[in-house]
């Protein structure tokens, strides 16, 4: 099965839409046909989302001096940006490849419901889901985020053996984009479980405290957190950087999207390291 990526022409039954509007509705319907199962997955944290901002101004509690509801939010637009790129991209890969790719599907589907659904039930207790040991439920809650999270892992890395194994549809610098993408998100997903075997995100002091506004990235402390986001969205920066780069420069476009992805990495790289020596990336 072969998907065009990011199709160059969308058109739309209804003439008053705007191309932006007719071109997200086509990746959609797209995305459905290719991979019912991330697009229903995807779907559903949209769902939840909705919940969660209906919630977000009626529940005054606090964990970690965040809104309850404020991380159930970030996680559901997380997982279906993730979801969502992830069936996409794996759409591309060949015929060959494509009963892989439903087992993976719906190996990351059942570990993404299984990460919400703790979050959510964590969120409407007033407590926090990860690094919370305080109760046997709360340990329990967590460790079952782990597995669920080590399982997600391993088949994100069957993800990346595909697309090295099987070229992906597309030009040059878009099949490189896809699976450098691929790779740099499993090391995003490596800097996850560091966080997990410290039982926290923040070096050098306690989780919590002054943060940036909306993320909650420590500005008294070195955070993590900074460099697993980057790494984890790799999967939508670097395959869009490639693709990018095809339409602009398709003769330089492999070469040029290999050096992309580097600067990337040692982007992340460096604020791993910037974490790790307990410093702020941004310091109030």
């Given at each position: 099965?072969?998907?065009?990526?990011?199709?160059?022409?969308?058109?739309?039954?209804?003439?008053?839409?705007?191309?932006?509007?007719?071109?997200?509705?086509?990746?959609?319907?797209?995305?459905?046909?290719?991979?019912?199962?991330?697009?229903?997955?995807?779907?559903?944290?949209?769902?939840?989302?909705?919940?969660?901002?209906?919630?977000?101004?009626?529940?005054?509690?606090?964990?970690?001096?965040?809104?309850?509801?404020?991380?159930?939010?970030?996680?559901?637009?997380?997982?279906?940006?993730?979801?969502?790129?992830?069936?996409?991209l794996l759409a591309d890969l060949p015929a060959l490849a494509?009963?892989?790719?439903?087992?993976?599907?719906?190996?990351?589907?059942?570990?993404?419901?299984?990460?919400?659904?703790?979050?959510?039930?964590?969120?409407?207790?007033?407590?926090?889901?990860?690094?919370?040991?305080?109760?046997?439920?709360?340990?329990?809650?967590?460790?079952?985020?782990?597995?669920?999270?080590?399982?997600?892992?391993?088949?994100?890395?069957?993800?990346?053996?595909?697309?090295?194994?099987?070229?992906?549809?597309?030009?040059?610098?878009?099949?490189?984009?896809?699976?450098?993408?691929?790779?740099?998100?499993?090391?995003?997903?490596?800097?996850?479980?560091?966080?997990?075997?410290?039982?926290?995100?923040?070096?050098?002091?306690?989780?919590?405290?002054?943060?940036?506004?909306?993320?909650?990235?420590?500005?008294?402390?070195?955070?993590?957190?900074?460099?697993?986001?980057?790494?984890?969205?790799?999967?939508?920066?670097?395959?869009?950087?490639?693709?990018?780069?095809?339409?602009?420069?398709?003769?330089?476009?492999?070469?040029?999207?290999?050096?992309?992805?580097?600067?990337?990495?040692?982007?992340?790289?460096?604020?791993?390291?910037?974490?790790?020596?307990?410093?702020?990336?941004?310091?109030?």
């Amino acid at each position: 099965m072969t998907t065009p990526a990011l199709p160059l022409k969308l058109s739309s039954s209804r003439p008053a839409a705007t191309p932006e509007t007719a071109g997200i509705r086509s990746w959609l319907r797209i995305l459905h046909r290719v991979n019912p199962v991330l697009s229903w997955t995807g779907w559903l944290q949209v769902a939840l989302l909705v919940v969660a901002l209906l919630l977000l101004p009626y529940d005054t509690r606090l964990v970690t001096g965040a809104p309850v509801w404020l991380k159930p939010i970030k996680f559901c637009l997380s997982v279906a940006a993730y979801v969502w790129t992830l069936g996409w991209l794996l759409a591309d890969l060949p015929a060959l490849a494509q009963r892989a790719v439903r087992h993976i599907s719906w190996t990351v589907a059942g570990c993404m419901l299984i990460e919400i659904a703790c979050i959510f039930t964590q969120a409407a207790r007033g407590t926090t889901s990860h690094y919370n040991a305080a109760t046997p439920l709360d340990a329990g809650i967590f460790s079952l985020m782990g597995v669920a999270i080590m399982v997600n892992t391993v088949a994100t890395a069957a993800a990346v053996y595909l697309a090295w194994r099987y070229r992906p549809y597309g030009p040059a610098g878009y099949v490189w984009g896809v699976r450098l993408g691929l790779l740099l998100f499993l090391v995003g997903s490596v800097v996850g479980g560091m966080m997990i075997s410290q039982n926290q995100h923040t070096v050098g002091a306690p989780d919590g405290g002054p943060g940036l506004p909306g993320l909650g990235w420590s500005t008294r402390a070195g955070d993590l957190r900074i460099a697993h986001f980057l790494g984890m969205h790799a999967l939508q920066v670097v395959p869009l950087l490639g693709w990018w780069l095809s339409r602009r420069l398709p003769r330089r476009a492999a070469l040029l999207a290999w050096l992309g992805a580097l600067i990337y990495a040692a982007l992340v790289a460096l604020l791993f390291a910037q974490a790790l020596q307990g410093q702020p990336v941004v310091k109030w």
